[in-house]
C-alpha cells in the first residue's frame, strides 16, 4: 500500500490506497478537492464563501452548488437529531472562545470568553436554489459536515482518477471508496493522544469520531456546542465513533452520539467513551489495545 499526507481544513489528511500507477495522481486531486472546500467553507477566511454568506446575514445571498448541498445536509441532520446538530452554532463558538483556527488556539491566541450566544435558529434560513437568506444575526457553522462532505467527495475524485480503492482520513474522520481489502481502523484514546483505544475492520463506508476532549484549548472549552446552553456541551459521553455509509452521515452520528449518551449504541454502530472510563460497543471490534 502507499500513503500521502497533507495540511487542509486545520488538520491532517492522509491518503491511502494501492500501489498502482495512478497513485500520485489521485492524491493530487484529493489535495486540489481539499483546497478548494477550505475555499468555500473555512469561517477562518476572509475571501470564504461561507464568509461571504454570514455577512450578508438578513439579505438574499446566492451561493454555489455545493454550498447548497451541505447546507441542506446540515439542515436535514437538524431536523434528524431535533437540533443536537446544529448549524447554526457559529457565535456561540465565538463566545467559548473558538475564534480562530485551532492551531493558532493552541499556540496561546485564545480570545477572551464571552457569555453563551443563542443557537437553535436553523428553522428560520431560506434555502432556495442558487441563494439562501440568513436570518439577521444569525451565522452559520459548517465545519464537521462540510469536512465529510469532503472527505466523501474526495475519495470519489480518487476513483475517477484511476484507483481502484481509496481510503481518505480526515483528522480522524475517514471515508473508504471502491474495492477495498479489509483495513485495519485504529479509534484513538480520548485521554491519551496517539495511543489506541481499540480497533475495528472496514472495506467501505465511512468512520467519525467526535469528541469534547481533542479540540479544547481551557477548563470545559471545547469545540462541541451544546444549542440548548449555547455554551460547551456537558455529556455522559465524552467520544464517539460511529459507522455510516458516507462521512458527512458519520459527522452528524458521532455529534449526535455525544448528547444521546450510552444510548446511541442502539442506534448507531459506534465506539462510546465516557466520563467514567466505560467503553461501549456497537460495532464489530477487535480486542482492546494493551
Not at 64 to 84: I, K, M
Not at 209 to 232: F, M, N, Q
Request: hydrophobic letters at 45%.
Amino acid at each position: 500500500m502507499r500513503s500521502a499526507t497533507f495540511r487542509s481544513m486545520g488538520t491532517d489528511v492522509s491518503v491511502l490506497g494501492p500501489i498502482h500507477p495512478a497513485f500520485d495522481d489521485a492524491v493530487a486531486t484529493v489535495r486540489r478537492r481539499f483546497a478548494a472546500e477550505d475555499e468555500r467553507f473555512s469561517r477562518f477566511r476572509t475571501d470564504s464563501e461561507l464568509t461571504t454568506v454570514n455577512r450578508a446575514a438578513g439579505t438574499r445571498t446566492p451561493v454555489s452548488d455545493g454550498f447548497g448541498d451541505v447546507l441542506a445536509a446540515a439542515l436535514e441532520a437538524a431536523r434528524a437529531t431535533e437540533g443536537a446538530f446544529d448549524p447554526t452554532v457559529h457565535d456561540a463558538l465565538l463566545a467559548a472562545g473558538y475564534d480562530r483556527d485551532f492551531d493558532e488556539l493552541l499556540a496561546g491566541a485564545r480570545g477572551a470568553l464571552h457569555p453563551a450566544a443563542v443557537c437553535g435558529r436553523w428553522r428560520e434560513i431560506d434555502l432556495r436554489p442558487g441563494a439562501l437568506i440568513l436570518p439577521a444575526g444569525v451565522h452559520l457553522d459548517l465545519g464537521g459536515i462540510a469536512k465529510g462532505w469532503c472527505a466523501d467527495h474526495a475519495s470519489a475524485d480518487a476513483l475517477a482518477a484511476g484507483l481502484p480503492w481509496v481510503l481518505v482520513n480526515a483528522g480522524g474522520d475517514l471515508r473508504i471508496t471502491g474495492d477495498a481489502p479489509s483495513l485495519d481502523i485504529a479509534i484513538e484514546d480520548p485521554e491519551a493522544t496517539g495511543e489506541e483505544l481499540l480497533r475495528t475492520t472496514m472495506r467501505s463506508g465511512a468512520l467519525a469520531t467526535s469528541s469534547v476532549c481533542k479540540r479544547e484549548w481551557d477548563l470545559d472549552a471545547h469545540h462541541v456546542i451544546d444549542p440548548a446552553t449555547g455554551a460547551p456541551a456537558r455529556t455522559e459521553v465524552i467520544q464517539a465513533s460511529v459507522w455510516a455509509p458516507t462521512c458527512a452521515e458519520a459527522e452528524v452520528a458521532a455529534t449526535h452520539a455525544l448528547f444521546l449518551g450510552v444510548d446511541a449504541s442502539r442506534r448507531y454502530p459506534a465506539v462510546l467513551v465516557t466520563h467514567a472510563g466505560e467503553i461501549v460497543v456497537s460495532m464489530e471490534t477487535q480486542e482492546r489495545a494493551a
